[in-house]
């Protein structure tokens, strides 16, 4: 089994910056992505940012220039840097990794952006 915890969420004013962080453990299988999920109340779950095994990122278009996602492989972590945020980055943000043994998510960290 795989376990994936977030950390690094909370409050903070438009504008503002947040880093999450994202723990891996378990029976880890090579993935083939890794990344970052969003889901705002009353909203489906969408993606915010991705990271294949061969290093390539892949962005939303609503955070490309602002968020960043990094990886460090060697203690099975994955990075989310997220500058400049909105009011409508609020959303619980889940760390996912994908893999040919299946997908598996986190619990989720919360992000809420004032204005």
């Keep these: 089994?795989?376990?994936l915890v977030e950390?690094?969420?909370?409050?903070?004013?438009?504008?503002?910056?947040?880093?999450l962080s994202c723990a891996a453990s378990g029976s880890l299988f090579s993935y083939y992505?890794?990344?970052w999920y969003r889901q705002a109340p009353g909203?489906?779950?969408?993606?915010?940012?991705?990271?294949?095994?061969?290093g390539m990122t892949i962005y939303?278009?609503?955070v490309k220039g602002r968020f960043t996602i990094s990886t460090d492989n060697a203690n099975n972590m994955v990075y989310l840097?997220?500058?400049?945020?909105?009011?409508?980055?609020?959303?619980?943000y889940y760390c996912t990794r994908h893999t040919a043994r299946g997908t598996y998510w986190g619990q989720g960290t919360q992000v809420t952006v004032s204005s």
């Design 7 to 19: 950390s690094g969420g909370g409050l903070v004013q438009s504008g503002g910056s947040l880093r």
């Design 43 to 54: 909203n489906e779950r969408e993606v915010v940012a991705l990271v294949t095994d061969d």
């Design 60 to 62: 939303a278009t609503a």
């Design 33 to 35: 992505q890794m990344g």
């Design 81 to 92: 840097q997220m500058n400049s945020l909105k009011p409508e980055d609020t959303a619980l």
């Design 1 to 3: 089994q795989v376990q």
